[in-house]
């Protein structure tokens, strides 16, 4: 089984920065897509950045210039580095990702979610 792990969450002045990291465990064999969603109040779920595949990587327009995801394959884990924080950053956010086990068998999980304040 695969987990996901988020942590870096907080409280944060607005103009400030957090990292939010995403560790996977289990039996994997590799992971393939990646990204990070955020949920905030009142709010449908929506992408903020996401790698489908390779190197292609994908913002959402909102945060494009502020956000970074980046990815360390050798320690099975994702990060989102967020810079000049708004409050309407405010979001539970989420990690996701698929790929494989070993064995063969796909998999696609997500986090439990790490909390995003932004003051203003």
């Known amino acids: 089984q695969v987990r996901l792990v988020e942590s870096g969450g907080g409280l944060v002045q607005a103009g400030g920065s957090l990292r939010l990291s995403c560790i996977a465990s289990?039996?994997?064999?590799?992971?393939?897509?990646v990204g990070w969603y955020r949920r905030a109040p009142g709010k449908q779920r929506e992408l903020v950045a996401g790698?489908?595949?390779?190197?292609?990587?994908n913002y959402a327009d909102s945060v494009k210039g502020r956000f970074t995801i980046s990815r360390d394959n050798a320690k099975n884990t994702i990060y989102l580095q967020m810079n000049s924080l708004k409050p309407e950053d405010t979001a539970v956010y989420y990690c996701?990702?698929?790929?494989?086990?070993?064995?063969?068998?796909?998999?696609?999980?997500w986090g439990q979610g790490t909390p995003v304040t932004v003051s203003s």
């Open positions: 289990g039996s994997i064999l590799s992971i393939n897509a």
């Open positions: 790698i489908p595949s390779g190197t292609r990587i």
């Open positions: 996701a990702a698929d790929g494989l086990v070993e064995g063969g068998e796909a998999f696609e999980v």
